[in-house]
């Protein structure tokens, strides 16, 4: 596995593909959200729509303006972001992009996006609207009622830029026709407002003025450093707030200084924080803070005053306004060492200056919004040897190119700068002009990405980092994707041939992976897959994205003139020798000339380049069985289908009422009752589950709604409500099932029937009643239902407690509300299984928050069942009839005839999936070593730090794979010890 980080000098460029608003799909709330217009004509709310449960904000026109002598009119302005004042911050001169989902009821040529940017940190001064990158002012758009449409562009800031933020506005007049009704409305969904990665280059070449983003500099015993900054208001916190660090023995020395909140009854409250990230790689940091009542913190948890691992004391200032906060932290606590501190490093750093009364928060380094965040870290150096070494790196680096003998002057002349922070940023800059340098003859460049990254198009890779070799780590029995993407940076359409292999005679390719043993990992399980670009919609103003992935066959990728392409690799590591094999990635432009040829000497040079390729085996294996058994809401229509679902998890089949028909007299009882069709899909499914070894394993949904099918169909619609007969025939019904799943020798651990799905609050009484009746009616049946976003009230789900023995959640929110919660708990108690389900039908769902983090959600949950809709859209039961005519409708795989075809959503879903299986592997050794040297920490890692990555972190696409790669680590140390 490649843990993903950048060296010091690259630490900046880490931060593109971030988005900048809060809760972008308006899971939670609404409260990024402000409008401007006059009072009582507009008004937002936090909406769900009624038929997908997706969370929206709708716009809601109220009533027009009238002016005595002028027509009726209406004008409003919706913004978001983080600060009070408007917008988030922003850096000047540097190129954005947006977009947005609307859809709604407003009349044609009323509404438009734009940008606004303000240069100072008042509401209504230094504020102008922004030119989009297209040359126009606004973006228009309309609407209609039935599909959200995607709204998107891109704008450069100003050089005074503080904030932006992300608008739309609704502007109408009765005289233009264009004046809303009352009761229109606008739907708006999946904001987004992220600093724009470097477009693929044509043919870079160095020379070219190359810019880095700052990063503040704090070179220890120097003086103390002030110029803090607000975290939303951006403004400077004064001449009294500082920091100075000094090197001790084998301690720093850290002081802060700042203001205290005017009011006394504030002032306990009042904290000095310091913040350090030793290793620059983003995995361990560490969080210390001290209140000026003395209370101090470490990492967020008290610290006893008896704890002497380090120490931090409260000072006078100078006058009554200001106080002080001297940290005494230990080398060893940080992992360091005095030789490494003394021969000069660098070091993640932050401090800040908290002030309780209205909650003020100025750090040294700008953050945005989360202080824990280490690529908005500031640096601290600990001495000057650092610079002569990343002199002598550079100079290495550029050594291997004749074109740079330029370069190794300017970095000679790094060292007669004035200041640590001037040939700080110099080397830095140095860094980048290097690599444009290095790569600016190349026609193509090929770089790893995460199996996340966003796959709208046109997809950027988020670094144009210069990479010579690639490396996968997987445990032994998992599918372990490798994402590249390949630049075309040519101004033509380009195809290449891209394979892996391990190098034979005169540069043959043989086939697979080979490791120093001589053994092979095969080629038949390195599956090299390629994206296909996709409508995600089926409006007018649809986007376009990778989603399907099928095989390449002969390798063989097509890329756009200065565009990307997506290459999917998944190892499969099911029976391969745990070992580290090495190979090549070739990469050959088919379209580009040889530069020279030696047909006698085999000899082949040209602009195809290789990379090497490393894939290590683990020598443990994870779980066989899914964590979590799965359930996605589709039958198996086939025995490639079946293998595709056993493959991927799940292990909950959906085994659909049409099995079973029956029809009743008009007195409630039985006329006819039909399995047949019922034995039929049941022999099917465990023939092929004795196939793919799982026999035993699997358990059977029956779904959807028993109920209503029983009401609506089967009984057709002739039994009302709480009537004889409508009892008789319910009870008749249930029976019948019952029975028939015995004579199918299923037993009732191995089965649950779904009574009814998403069930409406206002049909709560009759739910109640078809209950009461199906549990009189057949005991032993396991009865499970759905529930929507539309919370039923808890004195009524209380009702339901001994009446179902399966209880499905959609969404976050019954998890997250503390009096939904407890009930679950309840629940829990009393031995009822409980699951999460989620069914937005979007394409556009974030990769990382929902498909990669849907299992860790569920563990970290502790759940029994984990649900998603869907595996693949099914009209009418028709397994993907709808696939490619159709942008998909929540489905995430596709059907290709007979074959089931995969897609970054599914891949992304299985990853996250998988991701829980090490977590497992890593509870289970630590309940058989509860004593061993690293439980602590284990605990801790599985406890507080997977909660916080689903809580804090859900679009922090570099944590899964940092917590992957330290659940490894975790795993190892474990198994090195009770070896």
Known sequence: MKTYFLPAFFFALSLHAANLLQDPEFDQSIRSCTIDCVPNTFRITHFTEPRTWNKTMRLNFLKPVKKEGKPDSCSVCVLWGTDKNGGVPVKPNTDYRYSLECKGKLPPGSSFVHIIEWSGDKKWEGRRRVPLNDGMAIDKFDVTPDEFIVKKGTFRTGPAAMRAALAVNVRGNAKDGNLPSPGDYLLIDKILLEELPPAVPQNVQSGKNVQV????????????????????????????????????????????????SPRKSFQAGDRMEIIFDPTLRQQEIHHFSISFDGTRMWNGIPVSPTDKRWNAEVLPGNGDTVWLARFTIPFSLLGLTKPSVQSGILLGFNAANYRNQGLRYFTWNPIDRDFHNPALFGRILTGDGYFEKEISRLQKMAASNPDAAQFRKQTENVQKLAGNQKKFDELRRLELELHRLLSGNQVFSLTECLPTHSSEIPVRPDFQERKNEFSVTAAGNEIRPFTLLLSNHTGRFEEYRVSVFHPGAAGSECPGLKNADGKIFPAERIHILRGVQVKDGDGKQHGLRFDPLVPASAGIFSVPANDSGLIWINFNTAGVPPGRYSGMVRVVPLGEELTQVNADRLSYIGKWREFPLTVEVLDFKLPAEPVIPINMFNRACGKEMFRTMAELGIRDFHFHPWNFQMA??????????????????????????????????IRFAVEYSIYPRFKNLWGMNKFKENTPEWERGWAECVRSLADSLRKLNVKPEKYMVEIWDEPPPSNFDELYKALCIARKSAPEMRLMATFDSRKLPLDKLRKLQDLLDVWIFWGKGYFTAPEYAAFIRELRQKGKEVGFYVCYTSMRQNLNEYFRLHGLWTWVHNLQVVAFYQLIDQPHNFNGISNWRQACQGGIMYMAGSQPVTSVRMECFRLGHTDIKYFALLESLLKKHPAHPAAAEAKKFLGEELRDTVYKHPYDKQRPEQQRARCIDLINQFQNRTK
Request: net charge negative; aromatic share 8%; charged share 25%.
């Open 213 to 260: 983003q700052p990063v503040r500099l704090l070179s220890c015993g120097e003086f103390p450093q002030k110029d803090f900054t607000g975290l939303r208001s951006r403004q400077n916190a004064g001449d009294a707030t500082s920091v100075a660090v000094k090197i001790m023995d084998e301690t720093f020395q850290v002081t802060v200084s700042g203001n205290h």
């Open 664 to 697: 009743f007299n008009d007195d409630g009882s039985l006329r006819s009752f039909d399995d047949s069709r019922a034995v039929k899909s049941m022999t099917e499914l465990r023939s092929w589950a004795e196939e793919c070894g799982i026999a035993g394993k």
